[in-house]
């Protein structure tokens, strides 16, 4: 049964890698798109983890670079702006992940507290008057950690949601380079087409040219 699934799951990889092969560069990666970039790029610190595509942009990318290495010389150029689609795309994964890490540990980290270094000897015997009086530094040292606990939270926040925002403001870079190189594939699929229109229609005009 084991051996009939993983037979299974490589047949099924043949025929999405033979398929995916036949389409265009930019047609592949405008799918990948629409299927996981806004989640690449969205929000962290969502309650529930965003699943990154690291597999798909491998798998991608070493197709697109075969696809380098055997295509002709008109394609190489679009293949080889399609690779670095892909490895745009990695690099933001990255940097989600980075910052996803900034986030997290930031949230273990607490500012000191020295209550137990500035609290005074409260006296076991004394007078009725020592005794308030030390019930009264007590009240004073609870209300103080409870005011530095409350400074930490505040502390801890505002570094968290700068983290949020750092990340938030980088996506719109990210995705703005991400989105100038799939131009520049699209345009390098457009020459190819255009080189291939030409290298197609330039025997059929030496052959009319040809004296009978």
């Known amino acids: 049964m084991k051996v009939t699934r993983i037979i299974s799951a490589a047949a099924s990889l043949l025929l999405t890698t033979t398929a995916v092969a036949q389409q265009k560069p930019s047609e592949v990666l ?3 798109f629409h299927n996981h ?3 690449i ?4 610190g969502q309650p529930k983890p965003v699943p990154l595509p690291h597999a798909r942009v491998t798998q991608l990318r070493e197709l697109f670079a075969d696809q380098f290495s055997k295509g002709p010389d008109t394609d190489k150029p ?4 399609a690779v670095a689609v892909c ?3 990695s690099s933001a994964m990255d940097e989600r992940q980075k910052a996803i ?3 997290e540990g930031s949230r273990g980290v607490h500012g000191p507290s020295d209550l137990g270094a500035r609290r005074k000897d409260i006296p076991t015997r004394g007078s009725l008057g020592d005794a308030q009086l030390a019930g009264l530094e007590l009240q004073r040292e609870a209300h103080e950690e409870q005011n530095r606990k ?5 502390n801890d926040s505002f570094f968290n949601a700068q983290l949020k925002t750092n990340w938030t403001q980088r996506t719109l870079q990210l995705r703005q380079n ?3 190189l799939y131009a520049r594939e699209r345009e390098a699929e457009r020459a190819a087409e255009q080189a291939r229109a030409a290298n197609s229609t330039a025997p059929a005009a030496q052959i009319s040219a040809t004296p009978h």
Do not use: G
């Open 37 to 39: 970039l806004d989640r």
């Open 150 to 154: 409350q400074e930490t939270r505040q």
């Open 30 to 32: 405008s799918l990948f």
């Open 41 to 44: 790029l969205s929000p962290i």
């Open 78 to 81: 679009m293949y080889q702006a």
């Open 101 to 103: 890490a900034s986030l």
């Open 87 to 89: 490895d745009a795309v």
């Open 178 to 180: 991400i989105d100038a």
